[in-house]
């Protein structure tokens, strides 16, 4: 089951016979995990993959909890929003949005620094991004809703009342914005697929393939035309990098030697494609994009075919109501569907001779190594574990009941859910490679 939407609950007052009735409704917000949910955060990369292996994917597969169990895989998205995006302040994903206000300036309560919720006065701060909550397990106050490898990986490390159970993540590198400094050899994880990180471009474009030191130098705004990298277009590139705190940011500026970033790169939104046609000439356009959220869009499945259905993502703009009455027209059925123009940049040669710039990352879920050995069954008449149920399922050295399948060897009960064909095919409508590979030992 997957989170992102709010919803509230309304007083109903009614008048009887001349008398004032107030009926007081509780109030209510997301699905509040009860004690024994299985409950995960982090990645955006991998939200929708972990959605639709939870609650069935678009196309009518079944997930994790499609058979009712009576507690169930809870997967909070990175995002409040079920397009992916960010919920920004007046600043704006740059902190240049208010009128009358310093670049860098953020109204009371924007901004990912901590404590900024509390201030009365404007601060500096970018991005000027609001800050929502979830509640982890029913009875408990809202907390921040980690967003991105980091941020899960972090949660789950200072999470002492076991509140989360698995976080998402798609960059292991680094203290800040990675899980390998945050999580110790105390936890084990699996690798559920892996996503093909690219450069993307308009459909119509100046660009040409770029190497990773092609890309540093442009990032810098070293090289700030076509022609510098091999062009035959005299214009300027723009180069678009996604907002402080995205696990795809800091895997990409790594991936191209970390450059500090010039004046000439744009903010934009994580995975967002249609950044490319928001630019002032699309056609000198480039940013990182993941495969599998591309694949979203377009509606393909991780191989590359048509899912059968089309694309994922539809027009936010576009009340309920009009899609089904399709008016205004622009909000039909296929007109509906989110379609950018934009095309992903997998092959050709750099001028510099280097490699072209194609990264294929591992996606990983991290759990506590303590949990894979609990004696308390999950579900009722079940015989393992919540960990070994979902996640990992080992085979102890001299046990019997073992299974080996596909050269996976597998405690009794068999395989864990997200090694099975039906969990493959989820991830695969994600548009993400799936595979399943344990990790034992720590990132």
């Not at 993959?49 to 009576?70: T, Y």
């Not at 510099?352 to 008449?381: A, C, E, H, K, M």
Request: with cysteine.
């Amino acid at each position: 089951m997957r989170f992102g939407k709010l919803k509230a609950g309304l007083a109903i007052a009614g008048t009887l016979a001349g008398m004032t009735v107030l009926a007081v409704q509780p109030a209510y917000a997301d699905y509040a995990p009860t004690a024994k949910d299985v409950v995960g955060v982090g990645s955006d990369t991998l939200q929708y993959l972990v959605d639709f292996a939870a609650d069935g994917d678009q196309l009518g597969d079944p997930g994790f909890n499609s058979n009712s169990p009576k507690y169930r895989l809870i997967n909070f998205d990175a995002t409040a929003d079920a397009n992916a995006r960010l919920a920004y302040g007046p600043g704006g994903a740059d902190g240049q949005g208010v009128a009358g206000q310093a670049a860098g300036q953020c109204n009371p309560g924007d901004g990912p620094t901590a404590g900024t919720g509390n201030q009365t006065t404007t601060h500096a701060d970018a991005p000027c991004q609001l800050n929502p909550t979830i509640v982890l397990r029913a009875g408990t106050s809202p907390v921040q809703r980690p967003n991105g490898s980091g941020a899960g990986a972090k949660a789950l490390a200072a999470d002492t009342a076991h509140y989360i159970t698995f976080s998402r993540a798609s960059a292991c590198e680094g203290p800040t914005t990675g899980c390998g400094d945050n999580l110790s050899s105390s936890f084990d994880s699996i690798e559920v697929g892996t996503d093909p990180l690219a450069i993307l471009t308009g459909s119509t474009t100046n660009a040409v393939p770029l190497s990773a030191e092609q890309l540093n130098a442009i990032y810098a705004c070293t090289d700030t035309k076509w022609t510098q990298v091999g062009g035959t277009s005299s214009d300027t590139i723009i180069p678009i990098i996604p907002q402080v705190g995205s696990g795809t940011r800091s895997t990409f500026l790594a991936d191209i030697g970390n450059p500090t970033l010039g004046s000439c790169v744009v903010t934009g939104e994580e995975n967002d494609p249609t950044a490319i046609a928001a630019q002032s000439s699309p056609a000198d356009a480039i940013e990182p994009m993941s495969g599998g959220r591309l694949n979203l869009f377009l509606g393909l499945l991780s191989t590359g075919a048509s899912n059968g259905v089309g694309g994922y993502f539809k027009d936010p703009s576009c009340a309920l109501n009009n899609i089904n009455t399709s008016s205004p027209a622009t909000c039909g059925s296929s007109e509906n569907t989110i379609s950018p123009a934009v095309k992903f940049v997998t092959t050709g040669t750099p001028s510099d001779g280097n490699p072209l710039f194609d990264v294929n990352r591992p996606l990983y879920i991290y759990f506590r190594d303590s949990d894979v050995n609990s004696t308390t069954v999950w579900q009722p008449g079940g015989t393992l574990n919540a960990v070994r149920t979902l996640f990992y399922n080992p085979c102890a050295t001299g046990e019997s009941g073992c299974t080996t399948v596909n050269g996976v060897t597998y405690g009794p009960g068999g395989a864990p859910f997200f090694a099975t064909a039906g969990a493959q095919t989820d991830i695969s409508a994600a548009g993400i490679n799936p595979m399943y590979v344990p990790e034992v030992g720590g990132p």
